[in-house]
C-alpha cells in the first residue's frame, strides 16, 4: 500500500453512545483524523436507528440495532456485515465481548479483508479479579468466539504496552498477532475563554474556586469514593477548594456516592453536574485546578489525555495504563490504587506552591504534545496497516502467540 493510498475503512462498536464512556469518543477522533489524511471511514453499530448521539457522528453511521440483551445479537447487523464489509479495505473492531465483534469474524475469516481489534482493555486481569462470576460466564464463550475473533484478526490493537502485557493474563488460551498503538486525541475544539464561559455560564457559583474535578462514568471502579473520602478529609486547607464531580450520575453507584458525600459533610463544597459534553465539558477542564481519577483499571484513559491538553495536572493511579509517560513529565501525580494513597496524592498536590503548580501546568501541554497527540495515532494506524499490505489483497503476517 503507498502511503498516499486512499483506503475506506469501516469501524464497528456496540454502541455509539457517549455514556459509554471512551471508546467511541476515540473512534470519532480516529475517523475525524483519518477523514482529514483524506481516507474515507463509515461506522456501524448495534444502536438502534433514531437515537439522538447519532447526530453527533460525522462521518456515514449505520445503527443496525437494538441488539437483544447485553450481548446485542442483531440479525440487521448481521446481514449488513456479511453483505457490505468485504466492500471496505479495513474493518476495526472497537470492543469485545459483544455481538459486533463476533459478526465481524464470521464475515470476514479466511477472506481477503482483514480486520484488526481495539480490546479497549476489556481483557485487562482486574476483571477477572472483581468479577469472578462475569468472567467465569465468559469463559462459557471464549473458546469459540472471543478467542477465535482475536486469533483471525489481522492483528490486536493495543493503547499501551501495559495493556497488551496484561491482556495476556485473562485467560490461558490466548493467540494472536499483537500491535501496541500509542493512542491520542484530538487537540481542544475550543479555546479557554470559550470554554470557560460555557462552563461557568452553566456554574456561575464556581467561578472564583479552586476546583478539583473528577470527569467519568459513574463506575466502581473508577473510585470516586475514594476522590469523595479524600477531598473530606484535606477540604479544611482552603475554603475555596471545591470538587466537581462530572458524568453521568442516574446509577446505583453515583447515587451511592451522592449519599457518601452528604455524609461526609461536603454539601456546598462538592457540585454534580451530571453527563457534559462540548464547550462546558472542556470549560471544566480548562477552568480544573487539578483532574483527579484513581481508577482500578483503564487502558488509557481518554479524558486524562483531554485534561493534560488543557493544561491541567492530574492525580491518577498505575492502573493507568499510560501513568509512566505522565509521571516522568512531572505533568502529575501517580500512586496505587487505594484510598490512602489517592489521599497522599492530593495532600501533595495541594501542598506544592504556585510556581511548582504552574510548572506542572505547563509540563501538561508538553507531555500531551509529545505523547498523546491524535496524529502519532492515525501515523502508527497507517504504519500497521501498510505492514498488514491492507488495500491490496494480499494476506498479512500469521498470528504469534
Same mark, same amino acid.
Not at 155 to 172: N, P
Not at 255 to 267: I, P, V
Not at 279 to 285: F, M, N, Q, T
Given at each position: ?63 443496525? @440495532? ?22 471496505? &479495505?479495513?474493518?476495526?473492531?472497537? @470492543? ?11 464475515? *470476514? ?12 482493555? #476489556?481483557? &485487562? /486481569? ?35 504496552? &501495559? ?20 493512542y491520542g486525541v484530538e487537540p481542544p475544539p475550543v479555546d479557554m475563554a470559550q ?22 462514568? #459513574?463506575? /466502581? ?23 466537581? #464531580?462530572?458524568?453521568?450520575? &442516574? ?61 491541567? /495536572?492530574?492525580?491518577?493511579s498505575k492502573r493507568i495504563n499510560i501513568w509512566r509517560e505522565i509521571?516522568?513529565?512531572?505533568? @502529575? ?24 503548580? *504552574?510548572? #506542572? ?41
Amino acid at each position: 500500500m503507498s502511503s498516499d493510498r486512499v483506503l475506506k475503512i469501516l469501524h464497528t462498536i456496540a454502541s455509539a453512545d457517549p455514556k459509554g464512556g471512551g471508546p467511541i469518543e476515540a473512534v470519532k477522533s480516529i475517523a475525524k483524523a483519518m477523514y482529514a489524511r483524506g481516507h474515507s471511514v463509515e461506522l456501524a453499530t448495534l444502536d438502534a436507528p433514531g437515537n439522538g448521539f447519532l447526530n453527533d457522528i460525522h462521518e456515514p453511521v449505520y445503527a443496525l @440495532g437494538p441488539g437483544r440483551g447485553k450481548y446485542g445479537y442483531s440479525s440487521r447487523f448481521q446481514n449488513w456485515i456479511q453483505t457490505h464489509a468485504r466492500e471496505y &479495505d479495513v474493518v476495526v473492531v472497537n @470492543g469485545i465481548w459483544q455481538f459486533n465483534s463476533f459478526s465481524v469474524w464470521r464475515a *470476514l475469516r479466511g477472506s481477503e479483508t482483514p480486520y484488526f481489534v481495539f480490546t479497549h482493555g #476489556m481483557l &485487562d /486481569p482486574w476483571f477477572k479479579r472483581h468479577y469472578p462470576l462475569k468472567h467465569l460466564k465468559k469463559w462459557l464463550y471464549w473458546p469459540w468466539a472471543e478467542y477465535r475473533v482475536l486469533r483471525d484478526s489481522a492483528a490486536v490493537l493495543f493503547t499501551a504496552e &501495559d495493556e497488551r502485557i496484561l491482556a495476556r493474563e485473562s485467560f490461558w488460551l490466548y493467540r494472536c498477532t499483537e500491535r501496541v498503538v500509542q493512542y491520542g486525541v484530538e487537540p481542544p475544539p475550543v479555546d479557554m475563554a470559550q470554554g470557560k464561559a460555557a462552563f461557568f455560564n452553566k456554574f456561575p457559583e464556581l467561578e472564583h474556586r479552586r476546583l478539583w474535578l473528577f470527569l467519568a462514568r #459513574m463506575h /466502581p471502579k473508577k473510585c470516586g469514593d475514594y476522590v469523595i473520602r479524600a477531598f473530606a478529609e484535606l477540604k479544611n486547607s482552603d475554603p475555596s477548594l471545591h470538587l466537581v #464531580m462530572a458524568g453521568p450520575d &442516574d446509577s446505583d453507584c453515583a447515587r451511592d456516592w451522592k449519599l457518601l458525600a452528604e455524609n461526609s459533610g461536603l454539601r456546598g463544597r462538592i457540585t454534580w453536574t451530571g453527563m457534559i459534553a462540548g464547550p462546558v465539558k472542556w470549560g471544566a477542564l480548562y477552568a480544573a485546578e487539578l483532574f483527579v481519577l484513581p481508577s482500578h483499571q483503564e487502558n488509557f484513559g481518554i479524558a486524562v489525555v483531554e485534561a493534560l491538553a488543557c493544561g491541567v /495536572p492530574v492525580v491518577i493511579s498505575k492502573r493507568i495504563n499510560i501513568w509512566r509517560e505522565i509521571v516522568s513529565a512531572n505533568a @502529575g501525580i501517580a500512586g496505587d490504587d487505594t484510598l490512602a494513597a489517592t489521599t497522599a496524592a492530593l495532600r501533595e498536590f495541594d501542598s506544592l506552591d504556585t510556581e511548582a503548580r *504552574l510548572a #506542572m501546568k505547563q509540563n501538561a501541554m508538553r507531555c500531551f504534545d509529545k505523547h498523546f497527540v491524535i496524529s502519532r495515532t492515525v501515523d502508527r494506524l497507517l504504519e500497521i496497516f501498510r505492514e498488514f499490505k491492507v488495500g491490496t489483497g494480499i494476506s498479512g503476517a500469521s498470528a504469534t502467540t
